[in-house]
């Protein structure tokens, strides 16, 4: 048996496995999600609970293993029409959503164009929602740096023109990487002034652009990981020497990209990040105004909950009586023998005592 086929049977194994673990993982989010506003009764105990959220969601993320110089040789479909195994030339895999799902499906076709650079034509910051939260890494998804190092330049005016990303100086040759999981959308030389230029488009929207390339590694329609390599550093285009030109956009507006990452430590900066239209201004640097923003997150999140904590609860309970049945409470309560057990954490299955209170709605 060739190594592809191990690899074959033992990913089928785990990801019957793994989507098992997934799908218990969003009952007990939904369950807890469903139940937090129970929580929220008390002031002390919504403080804990929405310290303990905002830590979570504020943790630098590591970077995932680097891949190196590797190729895609094969992919493996899953349960999941989006998400497929990739086999990758070092016997390692990865899932990958290779395809996104039915409420993103327009992130890969909506203004793709392979040929140009700036795609989002007629789009100004204007057109885009006062702000908008960007899942950054998710359970499936991963991040890594696209190089580590300090910065020769940062995000902001420069020299009477805008300075659209942050540059890292590097060796001629050194590996680039992509940052999250995506798929890219122009691989070319531009004559704008980038050189050597990879754009990849991410699952979450965002768009990243890798300049100065002194090679390519990938076309445009690959799709990529985070931390596969995608390129080598250079000089190319108007560039004073080798470094990496580095920008995040987001439907064709820049911002700051030390929003994201951490460049001396190559870490994530967070696992979601809020995007606000003021954000895209080439004055708004990171260092302004990142804790100040932190602090205002937590104390609209506080008074969100104390608000929560006043308003009267909405949750119907019932106590179990002789002859009581999932199927006659999800009539009788207009909801569903799904979403029942969803607020008990409990399967159709389950033996309803006599006595028993739950939740129906």
Same mark, same amino acid.
């Given at each position: 048996?060739? /190594? ?7 990913? #089928? ?25 129970? %929580?929220?009764?008390?002031? @002390?105990? #919504?403080?804990?609970?929405?310290? @303990? ?27 999941? &029409? =989006? ?12 899932? %990958? ?24 034509? $007629?789009?100004? %910051? ?32 420069? $020299? ?23 798929? *890219?959308?122009?691989? #070319? ?24 390339? @002194? ?23 108007? @560039? ?17 990209? &030390?929003? /994201? ?30 804790? =100040? ?9 506080? &008074?969100?909950?104390?608000? #929560? ?13 002789? $002859? ?17 057990? =969803?607020?008990?954490? /409990? ?12 939740? *129906?709605?």
């Amino acid at each position: 048996m060739n /190594i592809r086929n191990i690899i074959v049977a033992f990913v #089928a194994l785990l990801c019957s496995e793994s989507m098992l673990m997934a799908q218990s993982a969003d009952t007990t989010q939904l369950s807890a999600g469903a139940d937090s506003c129970l %929580v929220a009764q008390t002031d @002390s105990l #919504a403080r804990t609970v929405i310290d @303990s959220a905002l830590l979570k969601r504020h943790t630098p993320v590591a970077p995932v293993r680097t891949l190196g110089e590797v190729a895609a040789i094969d992919t493996l479909p899953t349960t999941h &029409e =989006e998400l497929q195994i990739v086999l990758f030339n070092d016997n390692t895999w990865r899932y %990958v959503r290779t395809k996104p799902s039915k409420r993103e499906e327009s992130i890969f076709s909506e203004y793709w164009n392979t040929g140009v650079t700036h795609v989002y034509y $007629g789009i100004g %910051v204007e057109n885009l929602p006062e702000a908008v939260a960007i899942e950054l890494v998710d359970s499936l998804g991963s991040c890594h740096y696209p190089y580590k190092g300090n910065m020769s330049s940062k995000y902001g005016p420069r $020299g009477g023109r805008g300075h659209q990303g942050v540059d890292l100086p590097l060796k001629t040759g050194d590996p680039i990487y992509s940052c999250f999981d995506g798929k *890219v959308r122009y691989s #070319a030389y531009s004559s704008s002034g980038y050189g050597n230029l990879v754009i990849i488009r991410h699952n979450n929207g965002l768009e990243t652009y890798y300049a100065h390339l @002194s090679e390519r590694d990938v076309e445009a329609g690959d799709w990529v990981v985070a931390g596969q390599q995608i390129g080598k550093g250079g000089s190319t285009g108007r @560039s004073s020497g080798p470094h990496l030109h580095f920008e995040v956009r987001y439907k064709g507006q820049s911002f700051d990209p &030390e929003r /994201i990452f951490d460049f001396k430590t190559g870490e994530l900066r967070r696992s979601e990040l809020l995007l606000k239209r003021r954000h895209y201004s080439i004055y708004s640097k990171f260092e302004q105004d990142f804790t =100040e923003e932190e602090e205002a997150e937590k104390q609209e999140a506080k &008074e969100k909950a104390a608000a #929560a904590a006043k308003a009267p609860t909405t949750a119907q309970y019932h106590t179990i009586v002789k $002859g009581d049945m999932l199927g006659a409470l999800a009539i009788k309560y207009k909801t569903t023998v799904k979403r029942i057990c =969803e607020l008990n954490n /409990i399967s159709e299955n389950t033996v309803l005592k006599l006595g028993r209170k739950i939740r *129906v709605r």
